[in-house]
T-cell receptor, first 117, second 109 residues
Framework: EPEVTQTPSHQVTQMGQEVILRCVPI?????FYWYRQILGQKVEFLVS????????KSEIFDDQFSVERPDGSNFTLKIRSTKLEDSAMYFC???????????????FGPGTRLTVT | RKEVEQDPGPFNVPEGATVAFNCTYS??????FFWYRQDCRKEPKLLMS???SGNEDGRFTAQLNRASQYISLLIRDSKLSDSATYLC??????????FGKGTHLIIQP
C-alpha cells in the first residue's frame, strides 16, 4: 500500500539555525500539505500546495517558513531561523482522490520530531 | 474562525462495550468531515470519511448532522486495540484540515 514518507524522523537544532524537513508524498497524489502538532496540543494546518504553488497557508506559516517541490517526488518544508516555539511534530500529508465530488482524504506521513534547543 | 470541539475524555470503556463520541464544528460551509485515529506520538490515521447519509465500516459507524453541526462516531464491540485518541476533522482540499483536540479512549480488559 502506498504511503507518505518523511525524513528525518527526529531533528535536533539550535535556535536560529535553518532546518529542512523532507517528505515524499504518495506518487499519484496532487495536493500536498504540512501540519504541525506541538506536544499535547491539536494538529494544526500550516500550508497546502498544488500545481507547484502554495494554495493556502495559515497564520502560523509566516515568512520564516517556505515550501518547495524541488523534483517530481520530494516536498520540503524549510524553517529559516528556528525558534524554541517551533519545537513540534511536523506531519506531511497528501491527497488526490476526489471522493464523491467534495472530500479529499488526506494521508499522513509518520512525522518529523523537531527539537529546537 | 474554523473550530472543531470534542470532549477530551478519557472514556474508560470495558472490552466489548459500545462507545459513542460526538463533536461539533463551527464552519457551516464545511463540506467534508472525517474521523482520524492517533496513537501516542504517531501520525493521524484516517479511520473513515463522514457522509451526509452516514456510513458504516465494520464496527464503526459515523453520522453527520448538518442542521446541528455535529458529527458522531459509534464503535461497537470495542477491542483493546481500539484504545487511541479519536480526532474529529473538517475541511480538506486547498484549505487544509481543521482538527479537534481529540477524544482519548481507553478500552479496559
Amino acid at each position: 500500500e502506498p504511503e507518505v514518507t518523511q525524513t528525518p524522523s527526529h531533528q535536533v537544532t539550535q535556535m536560529g539555525q535553518e532546518v529542512i524537513l523532507r517528505c515524499v508524498p504518495i506518487s499519484n497524489h496532487l495536493y500536498f500539505y504540512w501540519y504541525r502538532q506541538i506536544l499535547g496540543q491539536k494538529v494544526e494546518f500550516l500550508v497546502s500546495f498544488y500545481n507547484n504553488e502554495i494554495s493556502e497557508k495559515s497564520e502560523i506559516f509566516d515568512d520564516q517558513f517556505s515550501v518547495e517541490r524541488p523534483d517530481g517526488s520530494n516536498f520540503t518544508l524549510k524553517i529559516r531561523s528556528t525558534k524554541l516555539e517551533d519545537s513540534a511534530m511536523y506531519f506531511c500529508a497528501s491527497s488526490g482522490v476526489l471522493l464523491r465530488g467534495t472530500s479529499y482524504e488526506q494521508y499522513f506521513g509518520p512525522g518529523t520530531r523537531l527539537t529546537v534547543t | 474562525r474554523k473550530e472543531v470541539e470534542q470532549d477530551p475524555g478519557p472514556f474508560n470503556v470495558p472490552e466489548g462495550a459500545t462507545v459513542a463520541f460526538n463533536c461539533t464544528y463551527s464552519n457551516s460551509a464545511s463540506q467534508s468531515f472525517f474521523w482520524y485515529r492517533q496513537d501516542c506520538r504517531k501520525e493521524p490515521k484516517l479511520l473513515m470519511s463522514v457522509y451526509s447519509s452516514g456510513n458504516e465500516d465494520g464496527r464503526f459507524t459515523a453520522q453527520l448532522n448538518r442542521a446541528s453541526q455535529y458529527i458522531s462516531l459509534l464503535i461497537r464491540d470495542s477491542k483493546l486495540s481500539d484504545s487511541a485518541t479519536y480526532l474529529c476533522v473538517s475541511g480538506g482540499g486547498a484549505d487544509g484540515l481543521t482538527f479537534g483536540k481529540g477524544t482519548h479512549l481507553i478500552i479496559q480488559p
